[in-house]
């Protein structure tokens, strides 16, 4: 709650500020002495407070260096995970520091590894952004590693993050590769992908063009009509037969 007070004056925000820090302090102890009944409820609270305050009190003024210590800590683990699932104390944590612009290099590069699906997601959306610490050829390498990721949120974040900071530069094999994502919405956004970041790219024209087809008129439609707006984009002279025959569908939102 106090994360989410309306503070006006930066003084305030440094009073909570402290108030976090020592509420953290004290039950970290607490938590060493394995007295996790008490300790966890206050650590994921003085977290969750700690997010709130970073995300609603930008203008007044930063975090103190001893917080954002202790926030890095439990983004990477490093102070133990007391979280009972994925939305658990480290992925609060994380994002309190993309808040206040907090993630360094490091905390990203471990939590890019961490076994936290949640927590690996957000690190692929602070990677693909233009506040990511790890940049050039270090960044186009951990979002290629994040398109492999076993999760499918991770790898549709890491999708959309290689078409808007790589693809112009290292291409977009990757982005066909993910066509055949097993997870409908992935194998989606990279068609989406094609159409926004690849124009120009030979291969990726006939890619669309062998999927731009009929859609059957019972079923799943989605991936037909998708690459059809993505053709249009790319090679809108391609696109002249499968608009007319789509716009004849029995299925409305592919006539749309």
Same mark, same amino acid.
């Given at each position: 709650?106090?994360?989410?007070?309306?503070?006006? =004056?930066?003084?305030?925000?440094? =009073?909570?500020?402290?108030l976090l820090r020592n509420v953290l302090r004290l039950h970290q102890l607490r938590l060493l002495r394995k007295q996790i009944g008490a300790a966890a409820?206050?650590?994921?609270?003085?977290? =969750?407070?700690?997010?709130?305050?970073? &995300? @609603?009190?930008?203008?007044?003024?930063?975090?103190?260096?001893? @917080?954002?210590?202790?926030?890095?800590?439990?983004?990477?683990?490093?102070?133990?995970?007391?979280?009972?699932?994925?939305?658990?104390?480290?992925?609060?944590?994380?994002?309190?520091?993309?808040?206040?612009?907090?993630?360094?290099?490091?905390?990203?590069?471990?939590? @890019?590894?961490?076994?936290?699906?949640? @927590?690996? &997601?957000?690190?692929? %959306?602070?990677?693909?952004?233009? !506040?990511?610490?790890?940049?050039?050829?270090?960044?186009?390498? !951990?979002? &290629?590693? !994040?398109?492999?990721?076993?999760?499918?949120?991770? &790898?549709?974040?890491?999708?959309?993050?290689?078409?808007?900071?790589?693809?112009?530069?290292?291409?977009?094999?990757?982005?066909?590769?993910?066509?055949?994502?097993?997870?409908?919405?992935?194998? %989606?956004?990279?068609?989406?992908a094609l159409g926004d970041a690849c124009k120009g790219d030979e291969n990726a024209v006939l890619r669309l063009i062998g999927e731009a087809r009929t859609?059957?008129?019972?079923?799943?439609?989605?991936?037909?009509?998708?690459?059809?707006?993505?053709? !249009? =984009?790319?090679?809108?002279?391609?696109?002249?037969?499968?608009?007319?025959?789509?716009?004849?569908?029995?299925?409305?939102?592919?006539?749309?």
């Open positions: 709650s106090l994360g989410r007070l309306p503070y006006d =004056k930066p003084e305030q925000v440094a =009073k909570t500020d402290e409820p206050a650590i994921a609270g003085a977290l =969750k407070g700690a997010e709130q305050l970073g &995300r @609603l009190n930008p203008k007044l003024g930063p975090f103190s260096n001893e @917080l954002i210590t202790t926030l890095r800590g439990h983004a990477t683990e490093r102070i133990s995970e007391v979280g009972p699932n994925d939305r658990g104390p480290a992925a609060h944590a994380f994002m309190a520091l993309i808040a206040v612009r907090g993630v360094d290099e490091d905390t990203l590069q471990v939590a @890019l590894r961490m076994s936290n699906d949640a @927590l690996r &997601r957000l690190a692929v %959306l602070t990677l693909s952004s233009g !506040a990511s610490p790890i940049t050039g050829t270090d960044q186009g390498d !951990a979002l &290629r590693s !994040a398109l492999r990721d076993r999760n499918p949120q991770v &790898r549709y974040e890491a999708l959309r993050g290689y078409a808007r900071q790589q693809a112009r530069t290292d291409g977009c094999e990757p982005i066909a590769e993910a066509l055949g994502d097993e997870d409908p919405h992935v194998a %989606l956004a990279a068609i989406d859609p059957p008129n019972v079923g799943r439609w989605q991936r037909e009509a998708h690459a059809l707006v993505a053709l !249009a =984009k790319v090679a809108p002279q391609q696109a002249e037969i499968p608009v007319v025959t789509q716009s004849r569908h029995q299925v409305w939102q592919v006539r749309m």
